[in-house]
């Protein structure tokens, strides 16, 4: 589903490009672009756009990085733990055939 919703989102992109010039709308002012609600909410800092100069909010780059690595920590610990449950069911299932291979009753 994220697959399909990336691609839609990049060709929407190119399309959206290739009819801008096509149009000749390449000097169209954009429609002005507000960020999102939860973002002004959790952003702790409002600095000024170098681009439009207007004030908005400003998310620390050392807050993402902190966010982005604890993120990806956690992940990791998931993954780790899932092969090491994978190795474990099969070291398990090797240490119950070898008594299960030399019982005759079983043959």
């Known amino acids: ?52 100069g207007i004030l908005e909010p400003y998310f620390p780059a050392a807050t993402r990085q902190y966010r982005i690595l604890s993120g990806v920590m956690i992940l990791t610990v998931m993954i780790c733990m899932v092969i090491i449950f994978i190795i474990a069911i099969i070291v398990y299932r090797i240490i119950i055939s070898i008594p299960l291979f030399r019982s005759q009753d079983l043959r």
């Open 1 to 52: 589903m994220s697959f399909w919703a990336v691609t839609f989102l990049k060709r929407w992109k190119q399309k959206n490009a290739a009819i801008t010039h096509r149009w000749d709308l390449m000097e169209f002012e954009e429609e002005e672009n507000r960020p999102r609600p939860e973002f002004v909410i959790r952003s702790s800092t409002v600095e000024k756009n170098p681009v439009t």
